[in-house]
């Protein structure tokens, strides 16, 4: 049985599909690790729909997630991006089976809905500086969230005041990957979320991306790149 089990956490308001590149690229990497990317963790899509979410959805998500981490694993390592990076800092604030946490484009705050939403569009109105793919993911982005429901919304926005009271010190060694020209967060938060969480080993890696890195072809691969040499580094 392989002693390394390495967990990855995707956002919300997606079908997880922006981490298969990266859970394709740890396992080339280390074929003898247990990566487990279980892509329906609260808040994402499942099709076209986005499901009420509630706290202790959350919460039974972040309980079965340590139960696994209490298999005989030697080494626990956690992924987390955008509100995944949220959950995975709660789930290191409560145990300590996690060795290494990456976290990506971290949302720990209410994040700045009406410059999201202006920033993407304004990336579709300079369609020439888009790639295919991203013209067709924000474009897909912007249609689907036009029929969330704002109740479910705002369970989310619950969430992260419960983000906030939840996380605390963790002996985890942290990589925290700063996206320069991110839409939903700032500065200030990485800098609050990086003193909760006390650990005397956290490295900010910046990336001159949006929100939306991982699709970036050049951004992804140096990020990709990035978290697979962390996590091979001697703890």
Same mark, same amino acid.
């Given at each position: ?10 956002? !919300?308001?997606?079908?997880? !599909? ?5 859970? &394709?690229? #740890? ?11 279980? %892509? ?34 030697? +080494?626990?390592? #956690? ?6 990076? !949220?959950?995975? $800092?709660?789930? !290191? ?6 060795? +290494?946490?990456? #976290?990506? /484009?971290?949302?720990? +705050? ?10 993407? /569009?304004?990336?579709?109105? %300079?369609?020439? &500086? ?8 924000? *474009? ?24 906030? @009271? ?5 002996? /985890? ?23 909760? @969480?006390? $650990? ?7 990336? &001159? ?8 072809? &050049?951004? *992804?691969?140096?990020? %990709? %790149? ?10």
């Amino acid at each position: 049985m392989t002693d390394t089990l390495c967990i990855i956490l995707n956002g !919300a308001g997606t079908t997880g !599909a922006e981490l298969s590149g990266l859970q &394709n690229y #740890l396992k080339k990497e280390f074929p003898n690790w247990f990566i487990y990317y279980p %892509h329906n963790m609260p808040g994402v899509f499942v099709g076209d729909y986005f499901p009420k979410t509630r706290i202790s959805d959350f919460n039974r998500f972040i309980n079965e997630t340590i139960d696994m981490m209490k298999q005989p694993f030697k +080494k626990v390592y #956690l992924i987390g991006y955008s509100l995944g990076a !949220a959950t995975a $800092s709660i789930v !290191a604030s409560k145990t300590d089976k996690v060795n +290494k946490m990456v #976290l990506v /484009a971290p949302i720990v +705050k209410n994040p700045r809905f009406k410059k999201f939403f202006k920033g993407l /569009a304004t990336n579709l109105s %300079h369609k020439e &500086n888009l790639t295919k793919v991203q013209r067709l993911f924000y *474009r897909e982005f912007l249609r689907r969230f036009s029929h969330v429901p704002k109740t479910h919304v705002w369970t989310l926005q619950r969430y992260f005041y419960y983000t906030k @009271l939840v996380i605390k010190p963790t002996q /985890a060694k942290i990589l925290l990957v700063e996206t320069l020209h991110d839409e939903m967060t700032n500065t200030k938060s990485l800098d609050w979320l990086s003193q909760k @969480l006390g $650990s005397e080993e956290i490295e900010r890696y910046p990336v &001159n991306s949006s929100h939306f890195l991982f699709f970036d072809r &050049n951004i *992804r691969k140096q990020v %990709h %790149h990035k978290i697979a040499m962390f996590l091979k580094e001697e703890s």
